[in-house]
Each structure stands twice: as C-alpha cells, then as structure tokens.
C-alpha cells in the first residue's frame, strides 16, 4: 500500500510564503513524476508544477516566477516552496506520484489527501 502524506499548508497574508511537502510511504519500486496540483472553491482541479526523476520541471503560467518544485529522491518528498502568494492562490493543494510498487508492475497514480492554502488580502 502506497501513502502520500502533505505538509506545510496553513493561512498566510498576501505576499507571504509557505513551503508543502509530501512524502510518499510503503511499497515503492521507482517513483516517475512527482507534482502539485490545486482546487478552488467551485473550480476544477489544475496543475501547479510537476517535476520528473530527471528533476525536469513545469509550472502552470500563474505560478511561474514564484513557486519552486524539488524533489529529495533518497527521501521519495516533493516539495512546493511558494512565494509572493497572493488571494488567487487559495485552494486545496493536493499531492501527486506517479510510481510502480514492484519492478514488474505498471506506473500508477497516487494522490495524497489535500492540505489548505488559505490566502489572505
């Protein structure tokens, strides 16, 4: 069974930081991509940043310039340093792995459970 686990989420003022993390746990062969993505109240879920195991990374053009993705493979964490966050960045942030458990097995997509990030003007 493979668990993603978020931190770091919380309420912050305009202009302020917040570093998420998510660690990924139990049994894990490889990991690929690892990313962020995020929802709003009354809108659908979208793609923040991604970064790949080469550590290529993309970010949605709202976040570019301000948020960061790394990766500590040794650890199987994805990190989202966000700075400059403004009101438009409130949302849900929710984690993403796309990994094989076995050497055999095929890639599969797991989400960890969300964590606020609450904006404040």
């Known amino acids: 069974q493979v668990q993603l686990v978020e931190s770091g989420g919380g309420l912050v003022q305009t202009g302020g930081s917040l570093r998420l993390s998510c660690a990924a746990s139990?049994?894990?062969?490889?990991?690929?991509?690892m990313g962020w993505y995020r929802q709003a109240p009354g809108k659908q879920r979208e793609l923040v940043a991604t970064?790949?195991?080469?550590?290529?990374?993309n970010y949605v053009d709202s976040v570019k310039g301000r948020f960061t993705i790394s990766r500590d493979n040794a650890k199987n964490t994805v990190y989202l340093d966000m700075n400059s966050l403004e009101p438009e960045d409130t949302a849900v942030y929710y984690c993403?792995?796309?990994?094989?458990?076995?050497?055999?097995?095929?890639?599969?997509?797991?989400w960890g459970q969300g964590t606020q990030v609450t904006v404040s003007s």
């Open positions: 970064i790949t195991g080469g550590s290529s990374t």
């Open positions: 993403n792995a796309v990994l094989r458990a076995q050497s055999w097995s095929d890639f599969v997509s797991y």
């Open positions: 139990g049994s894990i062969f490889s990991i690929n991509t």
